[in-house]
């Protein structure tokens, strides 16, 4: 299983508020919007670096995610 985890996406950056837009069970295709960070300067689709079938989801819609937190599993094809 691949890790999903929380990019870095500016310098100073060190959380996000997290809203998946897949669920489990969803195929995932790389290069689709998987889930969205929001953060004090803006909003950020994250999309998934490869194919597969999402399987866990670590933390929940709304939580506050720390950058290079494990958030979910993708069983890849």
Do not use: H, R
Not at 33 to 61: R, S, W
């Amino acid at each position: 299983m691949t890790e999903i985890v929380v990019p870095i996406l500016y310098e100073d950056m060190d959380s996000a508020i997290l809203t998946w837009i897949k669920k489990v069970g969803d195929k995932i295709e790389s290069g689709e919007p998987l889930f969205c960070l929001e953060t004090d300067k803006a909003n950020f689709d994250v999309e998934a670096e490869q194919e597969g079938v999402l399987v866990e989801i670590k933390a929940k819609n709304n939580d506050e995610v720390k950058i290079l937190d494990v958030i979910g599993y993708i069983k890849p094809k």
